[in-house]
């Protein structure tokens, strides 16, 4: 227990050949004392408790020491702190946060340590981090641990998480700039060395921040040492490179390059579509049903999407899917999103029910052998249309390299004529800023159109 109830008396001799001199101390009820060589290094210790007294500094009552001593004294690793504080996490967080997490934590912990001697191969011990230190699965008592406590871990992977055990920090040692700055280059930077992107570096010092935040309510730091830290990521573009994104005339080939491919493509026909004519996420058309869609014999109609299902991976869920059943991003969980839909997608939506039907989930969209389709099987029959479609000479480039360009060629052509920015990012699921960050070319592309309609309306105004 912390105080500020402390009496520090004076130097006493005692009969001791060894240890002639005593420093005495009170906190709260409890005495502590301590014998000293020379009576210059007890007036020395009793200088520094001094000194935390009138720095207004609490003590603990079971080992006397300031509570910065007492922090120091009894600081876990980064390491273990790291396992701690993705354990207080995991139950409640969403599948995709927890893999956010390890992820983050698998960049930082690494480079946390007191030597690089000895390391294990690199890959090795971030598969052993994010998958055996960070993943949580339920022990014997149906409570949630780490998987590393567990189960046994394969060799190569135990050894691994053996020497990042031994040889990283003490979470005190954090409190030195110097201590944390690696930790900080290593989430601005992908696996190649290159700059990482603005959000991944905001979410993954988020991740740092909250684990330094935990560390203080742990009583193991006295204050979150990023904030006094005066560092910027490296800079980078995270705007959208709309040479690799397909115009209409490429998309709608390829939209007809993935139908000729057989029954599977006849399936995925629709998937695609709604990824470009509704610039839907995949993990949102994967979880429509027919409830979903507004379908008229003729004009536009109406998708109102409630929920997504992002792939994750088994071993992040609670119930063991690959997937998670959740709200759609960024929003509550039971908003909605309503996207009108041009009569091609209407058209496209109609026949894809009256031929392929549902699952027996009610989902219009499923894999093979049912269940969630698996980014694995619709990004193989991505890369097949590509193949029938482009040039050459275009394979080689990121010309509509994945299927997610379909939402970036949807929400451009938006944009291209002339929607209202609101009304885009509404329809995307996006926030406005989020838009400008990703799209903001194209949306100063489209200031000319408002500068053609403020001259009319001016041309209109009577002079005088």
Not at 267 to 284: K, V
Not at 327 to 347: D, F, H, N
Not at 407 to 418: E, F, P, T
Not at 445 to 464: C, F, R, T
């Amino acid at each position: 227990m912390l105080t500020y109830d402390v009496r520090i008396w004076g130097i006493r001799s005692r009969p001791s050949k060894s240890a002639p001199f005593q420093l005495r101390w009170k906190v709260g009820t409890e005495i502590h004392q301590q014998p000293f060589t020379t009576k210059t290094l007890a007036d020395g210790r009793r200088a520094e408790l001094m000194s935390a007294v009138r720095a207004g500094e609490q003590f603990d009552t079971e080992s006397g020491l300031p509570a910065s001593e007492h922090r120091a004294l009894n600081s876990p690793s980064w390491y273990a702190h790291a396992c701690a504080y993705a354990l207080m996490k995991w139950p409640k967080a969403a599948a995709k946060h927890r893999v956010g997490i390890a992820e983050a934590l698998t960049n930082i912990t690494p480079v946390l340590t007191t030597t690089q001697k000895g390391a294990p191969d690199r890959k090795v011990l971030r598969l052993a981090l994010r998958n055996w230190a960070f993943q949580m699965v339920r022990d014997g008592d149906g409570e949630w641990a780490p998987r590393k406590d567990v189960q046994e871990p394969p060799a190569e992977m135990a050894m691994a998480l053996d020497w990042v055990a031994k040889n990283s920090l003490k979470v005190k040692d954090l409190a030195v700039s110097d201590k944390l700055r690696p930790a900080l280059k290593a989430i601005s930077l992908k696996l190649n060395g290159k700059p990482a992107a603005d959000n991944t570096v905001a979410r993954k010092r988020t991740v740092l921040s909250n684990a330094l935040r935990y560390a203080v309510e742990r009583d193991l730091l006295a204050v979150n040492p990023l904030t006094r830290i005066d560092w910027d990521p490296p800079e980078t573009d995270d705007e959208v490179d709309f040479r690799h994104v397909p115009d209409p005339k490429l998309a709608r080939e390829l939209l007809k390059a993935v139908r000729a491919q057989g029954p599977r493509g006849e399936h995925l026909y629709a998937f695609f579509g709604c990824m470009y004519y509704a610039a839907n996420r995949p993990s949102e058309v994967a979880d429509v049903t027919k409830r979903d869609f507004k379908l008229p014999r003729e004009g536009w109609g109406e998708i109102i999407l409630a929920g997504s299902r992002p792939e994750v991976g088994s071993g992040w869920t609670n119930d063991g899917k690959s997937y998670e059943e959740r709200g759609l991003k960024r929003r509550a969980r039971r908003a909605t999103r309503s996207i009108p839909i041009p009569p091609v997608l209407v058209e496209m939506m109609r026949h894809h029910i009256e031929t392929q039907g549902a699952a027996p989930d009610g989902r219009l969209f499923s894999a093979v052998r049912g269940g969630r389709i698996r980014s694995t099987e619709y990004t193989e029959v991505w890369h097949e249309a590509r193949r029938k479609v482009l040039a050459e000479e275009d394979l080689k480039t990121p010309l509509a390299e994945k299927p997610y360009s379909l939402r970036h060629a949807g929400v451009s052509l938006w944009i291209k004529a002339g929607v209202d920015p609101i009304e885009v990012a509404r329809r995307a699921g996006h926030s406005i800023a989020v838009l400008w960050r990703f799209y903001a070319k194209l949306l100063r592309g489209q200031q000319h159109k408002a500068n053609d309609l403020i001259d009319i309306a001016l041309g209109a105004e009577p002079q005088g």
